[in-house]
């Protein structure tokens, strides 16, 4: 008879650069971050630690290691430490640039696996690998990330690499896998393109499709992320599949046991603690934790009264006048006519007086700038892309977020808000007739004529259903972060009047 042999996996994915615990922009929620999960690891003979990818852009800790320390080298310290043995790489891992991404991935520990980032010969750089644990059990664990990197990331951060389809990538090494391994597990920074329990088709883009692979291919384990939702363990097709929610809030603990050919699966959603955090790591860290802190808190300018966030459905419906000031700042250093910005699912707003902290927690994502060439028709077409956004119940006589927006996961940061021309939203008109009275300078706006619209890059490619956008001239783009350019916004105007 076959010996028992078990596997198991702790699975972390998009942490962001949580580490520490964080208060949320609500006040109410606390966020262990990673030090909270690492604590309950079981680091023993039979287990792996693995991670989905995301982890060097997204938090004020990553933003530090960017902007002051200019390395990812103490992200991959912490990697390390924390025991990870293998990693895939994640869409915003690529934000920073190759040399930022190769330093951390010189500097980690665990093997990169990444089936589908090629060279120019389209050659997997972090191919598959066959592991084999000290009980004998051979595991196959290959990793995978979205394509739509190709779509979401500037050209010059890709240079030299080619991001190919995760489906044929995975599919084409699998049966290798199968037949050198007694357990396979994909590593997928991508979700669910359908709904899990009923099978609906919720997105037809290539941006997801965890479903696919679950349904044409049979991997034992697929290891999920990317849209930051939890799924608890079950059975897809006969692959298990889970995912853990962002920011370290929680991670996966899986279990499998092997007796003659039979595997049994079981997992658990494990949140991270706040009485069960690893306090020596916390440690470790926390003079340049002091530092980041104190970076954090400096004051950098002044508004005349403080602009802070409502409930989502009521700034899209009424205006937003945190969206307003990023609007503001958007024309003020392109000279567009011109501009449009979305808000993360999550923001802080500011205070009379504001720091860096209220920055980063506002404004979180890495975009840079464009100035594009847009027509009358193009126009309307983007802002009724954002007038989807709402759900009109007739018979209740109230708007609330149309479930596109919120299913697989929540896209508030796809509705969009518009500076330079005025309008009025009817949500009670069918899609693509919500958008009325649109006019700049008190002249109703013509199909044709002609504007200069700023926006981030990453709206720019299409992305969140813009397509519009791809086929509008790009006239020049502005190459700092948009962070950065609310920073010096108030370095030129320390003090603002809303």
Same mark, same amino acid.
Not at 111 to 126: E, H, K, P, R, W
Not at 159 to 187: H, N, R, S, Y
Not at 293 to 315: C, D, F, V, Y
């Given at each position: +008879? ?35 999960? !690492?604590?309950?690891? @079981? *680091? ?13 852009? &997204? ?62 010969? &389209? ?15 051979? !595991? ?19 240079? &030299? ?9 995975? #599919? ?37 499709? &965890? ?18 939702m939890s799924v608890s363990g079950r059975q897809l097709f006969g692959t298990y599949v889970v ?7 929680? %991670? ?24 069960? @955090? ?5 440690? *470790? ?50 000279? #567009? ?17 504001v720091s860096r902290r209220d920055i980063i927690a506002t404004y979180p994502y890495p975009n ?14 983007? +802002? ?28 508030? %940061?796809?509705?969009?808000?518009? +500076? ?16 009325? *009275?649109? #006019? ?29 956008? *791809? ?28």
């Open positions: +008879m076959e010996q028992r042999k078990k596997l198991k996996i702790c699975y972390t994915s998009d942490i962001h650069g949580y580490f520490y615990p964080t208060t949320y922009a609500d006040g109410n929620r606390e966020n262990m971050g990673l030090f909270g999960c !690492v604590a309950d690891f @079981r *680091k023993d003979e039979e287990t792996l630690v693995i991670d989905g990818g995301d982890i060097l852009q &997204g938090s004020a800790f990553s933003t530090y290691c960017r902007q002051v320390l200019q390395s990812p080298e103490i992200i991959a310290q912490i990697m390390n430490d924390c025991g990870y043995d293998f990693y895939t790489l994640g869409n915003h891992d690529f934000n920073y640039g190759q040399e930022y991404l190769k330093e951390y991935r010189t500097s980690c520990n665990g093997i990169c696996v990444c089936q589908n980032v090629c060279n120019d010969a &389209g050659v997997s750089l972090f191919p598959y690998q066959i592991h084999t644990m000290p009980n004998g059990l051979k !595991v196959g664990i290959v990793g995978i990330v979205t394509d739509y990197v190709n779509v979401w990331e500037k050209t010059e951060n890709l240079d &030299g690499i080619c991001i190919k389809d995760p489906f044929l990538a995975v #599919a084409e090494v699998l049966p290798k896998m199968k037949q050198a391994a007694d357990v396979t597990i994909c590593v997928y920074h991508g979700g669910f393109e359908c709904d899990i329990e009923n099978g609906q088709l919720l997105t037809a883009t290539t941006e997801n499709i &965890g479903y696919r692979i679950c349904k044409e291919l049979d991997f034992d384990i697929l290891l999920t992320g990317h849209q930051h995912q853990p929610t962002d920011r370290a809030r929680e %991670y996966c603990y899986l279990e499998m046991e092997i007796e003659n050919g039979k595997k049994v699966i079981r997992s658990e959603q494990r949140k991270a603690k706040a009485h069960n @955090r690893n306090l020596f790591l916390e440690e *470790k860290y926390q003079t340049l934790q002091e530092k980041i802190q104190t970076w954090l808190n400096q004051p950098i300018g002044h508004l005349n009264r403080e602009i802070l966030p409502e409930s989502k459905i009521k700034m899209a419906l009424h205006g937003s006048p945190i969206a307003d000031f990023f609007n503001r700042i958007q024309l003020y250093f392109s000279g #567009a006519m011109i501009s449009s910005v979305g808000l993360a699912n999550e923001i802080a707003g500011f205070h009379k007086e840079t700038l464009v100035v594009c060439e847009i027509n009358g028709r193009q126009l309307k077409t983007a +802002m009724e892309r954002s007038a989807e956004y709402f759900s009109h119940k007739k018979d209740e006589g109230t708007v609330c977020v149309d479930k596109s927006f919120l299913v697989p996961k929540e896209e508030h %940061y796809n509705y969009d808000y518009y +500076m330079g021309v005025t309008y009025e939203i009817h949500p009670e008109n069918p899609k693509g007739e919500r958008i009325t *009275k649109l #006019a700049y300078k008190g002249h109703p706006v013509e199909a044709n004529e002609k504007f200069t619209l700023c926006l981030n890059n990453y709206r720019y490619s299409g992305a969140g259903g813009y397509d519009v956008y *791809k086929e509008c001239t790009l006239i020049k783009e502005i190459n700092v972060e948009m962070t950065e350019l609310i920073m010096e916004y108030f370095h030129e105007n320390p003090y603002v009047i809303i």
